[in-house]
């Protein structure tokens, strides 16, 4: 009886089935090891390492009190006195701190050490409050050194005690987790190799199925969606190939529609424009929302034709889009509302060094869009709305920027309406430029 080659799937599934088994014990291996190191971790962190820390400030500020002690006897300042008696508080803290949660081993705090040394510590305090300057000189050489000194000595050798401690715990650390990389690496690899033997009889298997799904990849890599293939077989692959050759299809009508929607700009219209100045004021988000608008853009397009128009409005989204993307931020949003008019919503900060760069390239670009003469004259003759002959400028942006926080409850008709106000403002006034306003209008 003739063996039957397992199907794709079945072949993939005993694969992975191999891999999961060795990987599954790895990490059920690691984990273990791991959760044992973390109890050490969390043991070291919370008790040798955390009294480490405190003792060595207690060390500090045995050092301090003693500096503060002769300091103030010394100079006699009253702000001296302060800082000693802050000092003293703290001492106190640590004491008390380290009575209460210590875990020291055979080495302990000497109680009565620890008592006489607040004791004198707090007749030394008390005869220096009092100006008794005599009494606390002979403390302060006396008694308070012998027993700070004999504290600083057991304090330094609690520390060494949990330094050792800690030392002990990192190496028993680290060595159980080079013992955990070893075997967890070796039930790896027997499983990868155990699956790569699977996988030697899915590449002749694939092999011609594989081809033809590479094809299909590069034609959509280079925007060819016209995949018109004869492809037998009944194997998954072959499936998932008619599946993407039918994806083509549907790619290229639905680019065919996109691009008859807007084929100038290709940009978001009207409704995705108010839907994520929505989505971003219901997310409390302080953005900016520039309107940029094209100054004497109608009398040029009376001039020069519609296509010629149609031009200098491509160009016009191709710079906001290129300039946003440099300057911007990557969740930034380019609209273009319709005509002559865009705008791309940003963060305040980046608002102005946007709008910057869209005019320093609109009017590097925008006198190759006119003849030699206008462009020399640096003007044209049209009639106006009114039919009436003047003379226009050379095209020219108006950039009006409005931040969500100036509104106390933006919505997108205020951010519109103020956007339009603003940029009527800008119009009146020669070649192109922007502003942002900062003012609260509502």
Do not use: W
């Not at 599934?13 to 191999?18: A, P, Q, R």
């Not at 609690?158 to 070893?182: K, N, V």
């Not at 940029?292 to 009398?299: G, S, V, W, Y």
């Amino acid at each position: 009886m003739a063996l039957t080659r397992p199907t794709l799937t079945r072949q993939i599934i005993l694969g992975y089935l191999i891999l999961a088994i060795f990987s599954l014990s790895a990490v059920g291996y690691a984990l273990l090891r791991l959760r044992d190191q973390a109890q050490r971790s969390e043991s070291l962190l919370s008790t040798d390492l955390a009294q480490y820390r405190r003792l060595q400030e207690l060390s500090a500020r045995l050092k301090t009190e003693e500096t503060e002690s002769l300091g103030f006897l010394a100079e006699q300042a009253p702000g001296k006195l302060v800082s000693l008696a802050g000092t003293v508080l703290a001492i106190g803290s640590s004491l008390e701190h380290l009575s209460d949660t210590a875990d020291t081993g055979n080495i302990q705090l000497p109680a009565q050490t620890v008592a006489g040394y607040r004791r004198v510590l707090n007749d030394f305090l008390q005869l220096c409050h009092r100006r008794e300057l005599d009494r606390a000189r002979q403390l302060a050489f006396g008694e308070l050194d012998a027993l700070r000194h004999s504290l600083a000595v057991n304090v330094e050798r609690l520390a060494d005690r949990h330094l050792e401690r800690i030392s002990d715990t990192l190496t028993t650390i680290s060595r159980e987790g080079s013992q955990t990389y070893q075997v967890v690496l070796i039930l790896v690899i027997c499983g990868i190799l155990l699956a790569a033997l699977t996988g030697v009889s899915l590449y002749l298997y694939l092999s011609s199925s594989l081809q033809t799904f590479a094809r299909m990849i590069r034609d959509f890599g280079a925007g060819s969606f016209n995949i018109d293939l004869e492809i037998d077989g009944n194997d998954e692959f072959s499936r998932l190939a008619r599946e993407m050759r039918d994806m083509g299809r549907r790619l290229r009508e639905m680019e065919e529609m996109r691009l008859d929607a807007n084929p100038l700009t290709r940009l978001p219209g009207n409704l995705a424009i108010s839907k994520e100045i929505e989505a971003r004021i219901e997310r409390d988000e302080i953005f900016a929302h520039a309107f940029a608008d094209l100054d004497h853009f109608k009398a040029y397009n009376d001039r020069y034709g519609y296509q010629r128009g149609s031009d200098v409005i491509s160009m016009t989204g191709n710079i906001i889009r290129e300039a946003v993307a440099r300057l911007g931020n990557q969740d930034d949003m380019i609209g273009h509302i319709g005509g002559d008019d865009y705008i791309y919503l940003t963060s305040p900060e980046r608002a102005e060094d946007i709008a910057r760069e869209i005019i320093r390239r609109f009017d590097e670009a925008i006198p190759e869009f006119y003849t030699e003469e206008d462009r020399n004259a640096g003007c044209f003759i049209a009639r106006d709305r009114f039919g009436e002959e003047r003379r226009f400028p050379l095209l020219s942006i108006s950039i009006a920027i409005v931040l969500s926080s100036n509104f106390s409850h933006p919505t997108p008709a205020l951010i519109g309406r103020e956007c339009a106000r603003i940029k009527e403002y800008l119009k009146d006034r020669p070649g192109s430029c922007f502003l942002l306003d900062r003012r609260h209008v509502h």
